[in-house]
């Protein structure tokens, strides 16, 4: 390992900013430079391990460097297209329950990959998806089991009708996914859309 691309890759990390993630696909140099780069970095406290493979450059603390939340890691690891949250995840992502879940619930496109720690992950397999912010797949995953809704049906309207204002929920890509899912899903969806349209 020449000391050049030793000193280079520790340069990129020096250089990348707060609350940033890197791999050592991301570094210069050979593979094995780049990954004894990041095991330093993480020995030294400029670095954390946020996952296998996954380290992340967060704020200074009196205590050492904060890690990032279960979630952002999660979500870079998973990407995301079509992530977003279900279960209980989904309805607390929504403001509808005040209910904590133990894990974050995720619902993914696609085979299961390697999971994570805090996150239990579930399939769906509607590539119409793909096209889904976070808060729209959590949406469609309410629609799913409105069991987890605390507040009732009236709470949920409410709080599509303001998410639709701000732009944080996206009905005609929701439509375009919604005829992919089981026909409860497709029943609530139209009486939504209907309630919305009142």
Known sequence: MKPSTVASASVYLERIPVKSYVRACDLPGTPDASRAALSRAARDGKLVKAARGLY???PKT???????????TALEVLGSEGTGPCGYSAARALGLTTQVPAKIDLAVLGPIREGLEGVKLHTRNNPARRKLSYLDVA?????RDPGVIDFGWSALVNVVSRSVKEKKVHPKLIADAVPKEGPDVRRRWDELVSELAV
């Not at 949406?139 to 629609?143: A, C, P, R």
């Open 62 to 72: 009196r205590y050492g460097m904060a890690r990032p939340s279960v979630l952002e």
């Open 56 to 58: 992340y450059k967060g």
């Open 139 to 143: 949406l469609l995953e309410v629609l």
